[in-house]
């Protein structure tokens, strides 16, 4: 049972544009959010997170939106880089303590179009 | 540098052997993972350990084994009752809850492990 599910493969976007990378779950009891960046054969590198007391946190030009009504989350990436180019994880756990375990999802290649 | 060294990044075996995989940290991190990854299915957790001499199964703990004998160290076996090994294998680490309050996971290079 796929607790945390990111529908979309893949993802292709123009340099420049808005990448739009989605995630939905299904367990009620997540209360807080990550995403990761992952390269191939490196381990993925932390990105972004949300606790769900919020609905939006932005760094940079990167910005995550809870929508904890629809149980759905989304990363923008804005203005898309070709550095950008890499598969994006989301990530949900139960509470926001340091040795809470992570439930990932199954990725979203996101390439980056020069 | 402070980080998360796994060792070999690659690592080839016959089928029916055991081959241990490493994982060691100098974060001073209480809490450590091991996640497979496989294509198509994400990060799927084999066994975590919350603290020296104790550790607890993940969703995938079949054919697997771990031991935490120090705080740095959280080695992965991979044993022949493990019916399809061959994956990229990832270990993680998070700070201790004393020092922190939130669950980012620090992850190693990995270890690609081919079985033949």
């Known amino acids: 049972d796929q607790q945390v599910k990111q529908n979309s493969p893949s993802l292709s976007v123009q340099e420049g544009r808005i990448s739009i990378l989605n995630c939905d779950y299904t367990?009620?009891?997540?209360?807080?959010f990550l995403w990761y960046k992952k390269y191939p054969a490196e381990g993925p590198t932390f990105l972004i997170s949300i606790s769900s007391i919020k609905d939006k946190n932005e760094d940079g030009r990167f910005t995550v939106f809870l929508n904890k009504s629809a149980k759905h989350l989304s990363l923008h990436i804005v203005p898309s880089q070709p550095g950008d180019s890499a598969v994006y994880f989301c990530a949900a756990s139960e509470s926001n303590f340091g040795n809470e375990k992570l439930t990932f999802g199954t990725g979203t290649r996101l390439t980056i179009i020069p | 540098d402070g980080g998360i060294t796994q060792s070999p990044k690659y690592l080839f075996r016959k089928e029916g052997q055991n081959v241990t995989l490493s994982c060691e940290q100098n974060l001073n991190h209480d809490a450590m993972y091991w996640y497979r990854q496989d294509p198509g299915q994400g990060l799927r957790l084999i066994y975590y350990?919350?603290?020296?001499?104790?550790?607890q199964k993940g969703d995938i703990a079949e054919g697997y084994s771990v031991s935490r004998e120090k705080k740095e160290s959280f080695p992965l076996t991979v044993t022949s009752a493990q019916k399809n090994p061959t994956a990229f294998y990832l270990c993680?680490?998070?700070?201790?809850?004393?020092?922190?309050?939130?669950?980012?996971?620090?992850f190693g290079p990995g270890t690609r492990l081919t079985v033949l």
């Open positions: 367990n009620s009891m997540f209360d807080y």
């Open positions: 993680a680490s998070t700070p201790s809850l004393v020092f922190s309050s939130y669950n980012e996971q620090f």
């Open positions: 350990s919350q603290i020296v001499n104790d550790f």
